[in-house]
């Protein structure tokens, strides 16, 4: 028998390998148009990894029945009761994306759960001149009607790689439409705007359709004409028949008409495209830059044959956008133009969902400068050390070099310089370079403390648990937490278990390795005191996790077939057993002294159990009598969801008035204090136990193999021992204390108030910025003294400051468990923001700026809504951009919690007339001289 289940488990284990790497090559497959791939729940497909043994690392548990995945359950990725997606998943983190081979190898060997239909998405090519292939995970939601009837509309998912051809074909069969019928296609975007959709061959993603999309059919007249008037014939609708090489205003979509300032245009939302707007919305209250588009100087510089830039088709486009936006003749206009041609060259952009405004505003940039660079042919600069030449001999070198590639308008008003020193810690080795930079990304100094709420399970059984905060480095691990709670309440860290407690299970036992920022706020943690130390291995104690379960029954005497489950109760527990010589006996004993605060132990000579005797009797009877009832046995169904053990039973008929289980008839044995059978007297029965053990997996929903005897053998304990007490219903009735049970003290710790958000000053970021740091492990580095990677010291500081700067709050962070944005109000001057204490250029001019425009982010990740204040360049009022929206805003508006994105103008800089800022700065960042603070 030991031969042939060796030889089967190596069976096992070479199928499961067999089959981990035929998924693997699935995994790596490239990505072809039109391919279709699967989701997998990432947290299904992580434990069939564990099963299968995928990563070297995590080996331990492959081929073991308590880690099998079960069907794929991909519940976790839709909306409750609905067959769609949640918003906002991301790839693996979230899910899996599997080629159709690989999925249909997983549902051969493991099923997928009854009732759900496998996501299947295409894979589709995005981009225009830079394609790349991904997989359309979130289709896209258009609406269809007629244009006959305009108020009700179908919506239907289409992919972005449909044709209007497959449109027209979708929406000629939904409103029954024969083909030899006339019709044409039309993108309603505005209540009055209507885009003809004339190219057939076009898919919607090359048409620039988003989510959300109303298309209109209209049916040719029988007389010839068409219902829906041409542009020609009426303003209210647009035929677009762009001629890409021409370039007027009408490339724009116009909005309301009428007279409006100059710059106060709103910008239409295409579908989560307001982080477009309000980078725009900044950039076009630049002054110098706006007035340099205006005046076309910017037609002799621009530079179509830049390998580097984007053949001058973003500057046309954002310049059309801009003298639209300044023609003062529309309230709102449509970016559409330019949101097709900045999804040509970064693909990031070309679809429709929520990106960021700083990431557009440096793309924009970028592409403004490359497609405006001066330079027609860059030469080949070789960067030399500093050794130790002098700070002003090297910056002005560095910026002589950078001049040589880059002379643009974007230079002349962005740019400036930045001194970066690197320490090396072994030889001393000091490395100083001169950087352009573009924009500062200011880190924001928030606390690196982290108040965590959790519970502390005492091992005094005594004892309540306690509720407590205690203050934890953010990015420590679960020894610092242990740290913390054990100075707390004068305890051992090395003796404390951290769990993740979900449902009455442990959705999580954590390692003390682990990071701190895996747990969520949400996480209810409990931290157990145990009596041997987690950090060292103990050949004589196990501590082993126990579940709680009761049995609920349905009515046992109906025809029907009837429900009965295990479900998990109560707190789960850690005991501490004897590795080696723990029977049932000794489990039960600790089992009871664990719990001895919130049961009753009933005296030795209570027969509590039989008030329960007649109906276990009547079971046993509908299990054993066919003769008189209609009863079956029972089919056991193992269920992993709410941790039940479900039961389907048949039980017998309550027709027979003398059915033995549900009629008490005057054959019954009379009651005694002794157990009469068949009229001879037995002795008094033991006492029986108030629950049952049983060994069962993480959950608590399977039982294992393996049986717990009651015999006095020794149990079979290791280190993935999970073991559930099912209570006797009536003992959990009579002796067990919920209330009590769930009883708990509050530490002073939960008396104290919760901190005031925090309020930071822009001075508090720039001098996080500028301070040394060390670099971490992941950012070594390499000395060319010593030859290889070191933890250096780094260190920014400002050497010239450009006449516009952009200053980006880093709000936003991420790591493998955690994301966050840090909504701190960040209080920063709309006037006479001075810097000169953070320039080391003892030669550098006035350094004071005033506030000209703020990006805003409203929400959370992932998601969220963005805005602009700008202050026009005209009138020097304050306005607040909405999308198509403009109202008149002040001063004291700008300083919020939302501002994420700031734009500085100095205050010295002159409003420059489109002629001289064609010409550009003279100014060298590298050589400016000392001049009087204003």
Known sequence: ??????????????????????????????????????????????????????DDWDRTFVGEKDVYPGPVDNSPLLKEG???????????????????????????????????????????????????????????????????????????????????????????????????????????????????????????????????????????????????QTKREADTSISYTKNYNSYSNSDYDSGKGGTVAPGLCGLSNLGNTCFMNSAIQCMSNVPKLTN??????????????????????????????????????YSYTVPRYFKVQVGK?????????????????AFLLDGLHEDLNRIKKKPYVEIQDSNNRSDQEVAKESWENYEKRNDSVIVDTFHGLLK????????????????????????????KERLLEVFWIPLSPEKKPIQMRVLVPKMGNIGDLCTAVGALLSADPQKMVVTDVYNHRFHKIFLSSEQISSILDRDDIFIYEVPVSTTEESSDIIVVPVYMREKRWANKCSSNYQMSSLQLFGQPMLLALPSRMCTSEILYRAFLQRMSRYIQVPAKDDIWWKDDEEEEQAEEDCETDNTSETCNGTVEKEGQENG??????????????????????????????????????????????????????????????????????????TSRTYIAADWHPVAKEKFYLEKTAEEFEQHESMKVKAQKKQVIQLDNCLELF?????????????????????????????????????????????????????DALVEFPARGLNLKKYIINPHH?????????????????????????????????????????????????????AAYVLVYQKQTLQQPSAANSACGSETDPSLETEAMET
């Open 644 to 717: 039940e053990v479900l039961d389907m039973e048949t039980s017998c008929s309550s027709t027979d008035s003398n059915s033995k289980c549900c009629n008490n008839s005057s054959t019954d044995p009379p009651e005694s204090d002794g157990i009469v059978t068949n009229n001879k007297p037995q002795k008094t029965p033991q006492p029986k136990h108030l629950v049952k053990f049983t060994m069962v997996n993480s959950y608590g929903s399977a039982e294992m193999d393996y049986k717990i005897k009651e015999d006095g053998s020794p149990l079979k304990l």
């Open 845 to 897: 001019g006035p350094v004071t700026y005033d506030l000209i425009a703020v990006s805003n982010h409203y929400g959370g990740l992932g998601g969220g809504h963005y805005t602009a204040y700008a202050k026009n360049k005209d009138d020097g009022e304050w306005y607040y951009f909405d999308d198509s929206s403009v109202t008149s805003s002040s001063e004291d508006d700008v300083v919020s919690k």
């Open 82 to 228: 609905k067959e769609e997606l949640k918003e906002h998943l991301i790839d693996e983190l979230d899910y899996i994306l599997l080629p159709k081979e690989g999925w249909e190898k997983i549902v051969e060997s493991y099923g997928i759960t009854e009732g759900q239909t496998p996501i299947k998405r295409k894979v589709i090519e995005q981009g225009m001149f830079v394609k790349h292939c991904k997989v359309e995970v979130y289709l896209m939601d258009v609406k269809l009607c007629e244009n006959s009837n305009l108020s009700e509309s179908v919506t239907l998912s289409l992919s972005r790689c449909d044709t209007i051809e497959d449109v027209e074909k979708v929406m000629r069969k939904q409103f029954d439409i024969s083909d030899d019928k006339e019709v044409r296609l039309w993108n309603k975007y505005m209540s009055n705007t209507y885009e003809h959709l004339n190219k057939p061959e076009q898919t919607l993603q090359e048409a620039g359709l988003y989510s959300g999309q109303i298309i209109v059919i209209e049916q040719k007249n029988e007389d010839g004409t068409w219902p829906r």
């Open 770 to 822: 500028t301070k040394s740091e060390q670099l971490g492990e992941n950012d070594l580095w390499y000395c060319p003294q010593c030859k290889k990677h070191q933890p250096a010291t780094k260190k920014f500081d400002l050497w010239s400051l450009p006449d516009v700067l952009i200053v980006h709050l880093k709000r936003f962070s991420y790591n493998r468990f955690y994301r966050d944005k840090i």
């Open 345 to 361: 060259f970064a693909p990031q952009f070309s679809g429709y969902q929520q990106q960021d405004s700083q990431e557009l505003l």
């Open 1 to 54: 028998m030991a031969e042939g289940g060796t030889s089967e488990s190596e069976s096992m284990q070479h199928n499961l390998e067999a089959e981990k790497e035929e998924i693997s090559g699935y995994m790596k497959r490239e990505l072809k148009r039109g391919d279709i791939w699967y989701l997998v729940d990432a947290k299904w497909f992580k434990q069939w990894k564990k099963y299968v043994g995928y």
């Open 420 to 447: 970066s020193t690197v320490n090396c810690p072994e030889c001393t080795k000091v490395s100083v370079t001169f950087d352009p930079f573009c924009y500062l990304s200011l880190p924001m100094p928030i606390k």
């Open 292 to 329: 340099y588009l205006l005046g076309d100087r910017w037609k002799e510089e621009i530079n179509e044959d830049n390998p580097l830039g984007m053949g001058g088709e973003i500057a046309r486009s954002y310049t059309e956008l801009i003298k639209t936006m300044w023609s003062g003749k």
